[in-house]
């Protein structure tokens, strides 16, 4: 059948069903027409043409138009496409760069094959549009929950239909011992949305922590009005969650909301996660207080939270170790996730023995340095004093407040600890300039004989090798590997050093070096200062 001989209008009533069926715009399917005409006439006047055909979108009527554009004299590459400006005064008074000129040429009527070829270019752009629209549709509904049937499976993964597209729930993302059967009703989160080749893919899950959130938000009407908040979420898909809730109404209960009138609330999202366990604690902005009610029901004795790690050690009684852990883990695990903390659980007899050996290093340490007896060493310890700066440097008030120290006591502890510490310095000054430090690093300000040393061992001896060091190759640091955090070892990390203190010594070199200009760094510090007051 050749389409140019069919009825005109029955053209556009083709079109408008196919776009009622594909829920599409008509007019791309007009345009896949035009398309698709354009290229059959080329077939029959030659492909070097430009052949452009346009359907009237009232009558249906198709013209179909040969088309030359105008270029300059050395760009010709197409005779029967493209005319010089010589050229194109035939056709038009003043021709111009760029200007086309367009003659209409008799319609062609198509044979079987350009038919059968003009068929498969209007299915292409129809099924490019059709994925278009279903890429526009679902990409609004990523982090929501959505209903679907499941169609099928495929090695492992669930195809599910949700409506006017397919949703995949793969492997990874079912929770561990469900199974599902064609036909059988499925609730999923929209995980993500991508435009594949294939079209786009709707990704669902049923383990991601986001998916149980929104089903809180669903079942609790405080959260949907926002007066309750989930702050976290941590979850082991199929087996124990934990969320971490907040009222900003104080006369609203965030966990008895959550948990509902005999747990109502609570266990209709247990039911739709296959009888997951969930521990609903409230957050609280004080990360210890917030860590001891994640813990839960473990009791906990004490907590040290090292805010420069982000890592904190909690301390629990003996017998509460294995409450506190959970089955392989999974308590302490869950805890960690929601508090982005890493933690370490010790009981107190742990902790004891720790102590009693920190105490005991410390006593040496002053024994050996200071050349004092063991008892005055431990008076040192017992008064907080962990290492030979604080004692040299120390007001002398505070090493006479402790019992059985005079002025001459004190006097002599500080001489004998500050001759050592300069002692130490020139040798570490001079296993630095062994090493073959610069004079330029050595002279740089902020930096200690000890850290010289230190970064001679690591190759750094000139100031424009310390200037090209990032900052927590000094100070260390911490990065996260498949979902584990992993310690990175700062070169002068022993020193205590933070990396904001890295940070000022590494721009501080680079402006002595001229790499970088003072006054942008002036101009950076005001407009972060004036973050700062707008947040706040």
Known sequence: MAITSANQLELLQTAEAVAREKMIDPDLVIQAMEDSLARAAKSRYGAEMDIRVSIDRKTG????????????????????????????????????????????????????????????????????????????????????????????????????????????????????????????????????????????????????????????????????????????????????????????????????????????????????????????????????????????????????????????????????????????????????????????????????ARRQAEFAERTKLFMDTLDVDEMMAQLLVAEGFTNLEEVAYVEQDELLSIDGFDESTAEELQARARDYLEEQARKALEAARKMGVEESLIEFDGLTPQMLEALGKEGIKTLEDFATCADWELAGGWTTENGQRKKDEGILESFDMSLEEAQTLIMTARVMLGWVDPTELEAEAEEAEETEEDEA
């Open 61 to 352: 009527r198709a013209t179909f138009a040969r088309v030359r554009t105008v270029v300059e004299d050395d760009a010709v590459e197409n005779h029967h496409a493209q005319l010089t400006v010589k050229q194109a005064k035939s056709y038009l008074r003043d021709p111009q760069i760029g200007d086309e000129i367009v003659d209409e040429v008799p319609p062609v009527d198509l044979g079987r094959i350009a038919a059968q070829s003009a068929k498969q270019v209007i299915l292409q752009k129809v099924r490019e549009a059709e994925r278009d629209r279903q890429y526009e549709e679902f990409k609004d509904r990523v982090g929501t929950i959505i209903n679907g049937t499941v169609k099928r499976e495929e090695y492992g993964n669930i195809i599910v239909d949700i409506g006017r597209g397919e949703g995949i729930l793969r492997r990874n993302d079912k929770i561990g011992r469900e199974s599902y059967r064609i036909g059988d009703r499925i609730r999923a989160y929209v995980k993500d949305v991508r435009r594949e080749a294939r079209g786009p893919q709707v990704f669902l899950s049923r383990t991601a922590p986001e998916f149980m959130m929104a089903l809180f938000k669903m079942e609790v009407p405080e959260i949907y009005d926002g007066i309750i908040e989930i702050k976290a979420c941590a979850r082991d898909p199929g087996s124990r969650a934990k969320i971490a809730v907040i009222s900003y109404d104080n006369s609203i209960d965030p966990v008895g909301a959550c948990v509902g009138m005999r747990g109502s609330r609570v266990q209709a999202v247990v039911n739709e996660l296959q009888g997951e366990k969930i521990d609903i604690i409230p957050w609280n902005q004080d990360v210890a207080t917030f860590l001891v009610n994640a813990l839960q029901p473990a009791e906990v004795s004490k907590v040290v939270f090292d805010e420069d790690a982000s890592k904190i050690e909690v301390v629990v009684p003996d017998e509460q170790l294995s409450l506190a852990i959970g089955r392989r883990g999974q308590n302490v695990r869950l805890a960690s996730q929601l508090t982005n903390l890493d933690i370490d659980i010790l009981t107190e007899a742990d902790e004891s």
